[in-house]
């Protein structure tokens, strides 16, 4: 009897095991897909923000440590953008 609960024991063991590292296995593989569609993404300019004046646009863009671009908007503004 004491026999044949320890096999039980073993092969329930075995099949949480199983279970548990295809569950694992599973899972890891959405996160690769999610790492690839991230670096697919394409690179352009990126609207930051509008600035009253020049040099708080300038001042802004020089603080991103990105490439940026301080662009005068048809109401007097600045627009800032960056490039990603």
């Known amino acids: 009897m004491r026999t044949r609960i320890w096999l039980t ?3 329930i063991g075995t099949a949480v ?3 548990a590292t295809a569950t694992a296995t599973a899972q890891a593989a959405p996160a690769h897909s999610e790492t690839a569609t991230s670096s697919s993404t394409a690179l352009g300019w990126i609207y930051v923000g509008t600035y009253i004046s020049k040099s708080s ?3 802004d863009g020089e603080n991103s440590a990105q ?14 953008y960056v490039w990603s």
């Open 67 to 80: 490439e940026w671009k301080c662009v005068k908007a048809p109401s007097g503004k600045w627009h800032l």
């Open 17 to 19: 095991l199983t279970g």
């Open 57 to 59: 646009c300038q001042a």
């Open 9 to 11: 024991s073993v092969a």
